[in-house]
């Protein structure tokens, strides 16, 4: 079994639909409601959209403001992943994966609404369906909580050392240690790289080829 994170090994989501963008849009929706002191001064000038929903959580858990925002993040998502840039190899190496009897289950904190239109546009969506766990309204269980794998797992009837996770971030790595997981690290930048590696990824690809390769012999 194989559990993916979404943004980044399966795809770039906010590669032309800037992330930035995004993250700005949030503090200034929050700022025409009269919450400008919500944020601290490193959140309001994130480049990172999640950080401000987390940060207005932390404050207002389970509240309408944080239902609202959460919504608001899933739209902007949606317009990214209508121009979301696939990783090099991951469509060819997830049919194949597929192909071969391998189940794969996507585990992400974007919306699953994000993750079911970008797969139902690349003609992905077989290859994971049921099993696509995302971001829900108790946003405290977003990774590093292994809450979305725990799920995967469950769903899946799979004991967490017969399954694989690939992601791209130190919360992807964290949560697989918290749900007994292998981790494969995968990062398209030399920065990323590093980042992991520093974090304790033990086995970091900066492509998805050599996985492909072997699996097709």
């Not at 980044?8 to 929706?29: D, M, Q, S, T, Y």
């Not at 998502?77 to 009897?101: C, F, K, N, Q």
């Not at 949560?175 to 007994?180: I, K, L, M, R």
Request: with cysteine; proline share 6%; hydrophobic share 40%.
């Amino acid at each position: 079994m194989v559990l993916w994170d979404f943004d980044g090994p399966i795809c770039r989501l906010f590669a032309r639909h800037k992330a930035e963008r995004v993250a700005a849009e949030l503090v200034e929706w929050l700022e025409l409601q009269g919450l400008h002191g919500l944020l601290s001064d490193a959140e309001r000038d994130t480049l990172d959209p999640q950080v401000v929903l987390r940060a207005v959580d932390r404050r207002h858990p389970g509240s309408d403001l944080v239902a609202e925002l959460e919504e608001r993040l899933t739209q902007e998502e949606l317009r990214a992943a209508s121009s979301a840039l696939p990783t090099a190899y991951a469509d060819p190496l997830i049919r194949t994966w597929a192909a071969v009897g391998a189940r794969l289950a996507i585990t992400t904190n974007n919306s699953p609404r994000v993750v079911r239109a970008y797969l139902d546009g690349r003609g992905l969506t077989a290859c994971f369906a049921p099993h696509i766990y995302g971001r829900t309204a108790d946003l405290h269980l977003l990774k590093p909580d292994p809450h979305c794998l725990n799920r995967a797992l469950n769903g899946m009837g799979t004991a967490p050392s017969a399954a694989l996770m690939i992601g791209d971030s130190p919360s992807d790595l964290t949560a697989a240690d918290y749900a007994g997981v292998p981790f494969l690290g995968y990062a398209r930048t030399d920065p990323k790289r590093k980042l992991l590696q520093e974090s304790g990824a033990a086995h970091v690809v900066t492509s998805l080829e050599p996985l492909l390769t072997t699996l097709r012999h």
